[in-house]
């Protein structure tokens, strides 16, 4: 089954980088939508990255020019790396994946993705 695990998670003062990593150890699907969302307190989950399986990719429009979403199909992971950190990129950061290759950006969009990790916390000040 599938299992995502997230890592990585800091605190850190604005302005610094981290960057986050997530590994599918269940590896049941190998073609699969892969996407970062996170969820800050008392607000929405919001969709960060996502990355389809050939190779195209989406941010979220705060982000976009400081953060950098990649994957390695071979270990069936994910990376964000992360810039330029503000404190309104604090929360916490889910991994997801999702086996409907052909609408990874939609239902990206839409937070439909079916397998959640448990989350890495990032805290910015």
């Known amino acids: 089954h599938v299992q995502l695990v997230e890592s990585g998670g800091d605190s850190v003062q604005a302005g610094g980088s981290l960057r986050l990593s997530c590994v599918d150890s269940g590896y049941v699907y190998k073609d699969k939508c892969m996407a970062w969302f996170r969820q800050a307190p008392g607000k929405e989950r919001e969709g960060v990255a996502a990355?389809?399986?050939?190779?195209?990719?989406a941010y979220l429009d705060s982000v976009r020019g400081r953060f950098t979403v990649s994957r390695d199909n071979a270990k069936s992971a994910l990376y964000l790396q992360m810039n330029s950190l503000k404190p309104e990129d604090t929360g916490m950061y889910y991994c997801?994946?999702?086996?409907?290759?052909?609408?990874?950006?939609?239902?990206?969009?839409?937070?439909?993705?079916?397998?959640w990790g448990q989350g890495t916390q990032v805290t910015v000040s």
């Open positions: 997801a994946t999702d086996p409907a290759r052909d609408a990874c950006f939609s239902r990206w969009k839409n937070k439909e993705y079916n397998y």
């Open positions: 990355t389809s399986p050939g190779g195209g990719s």
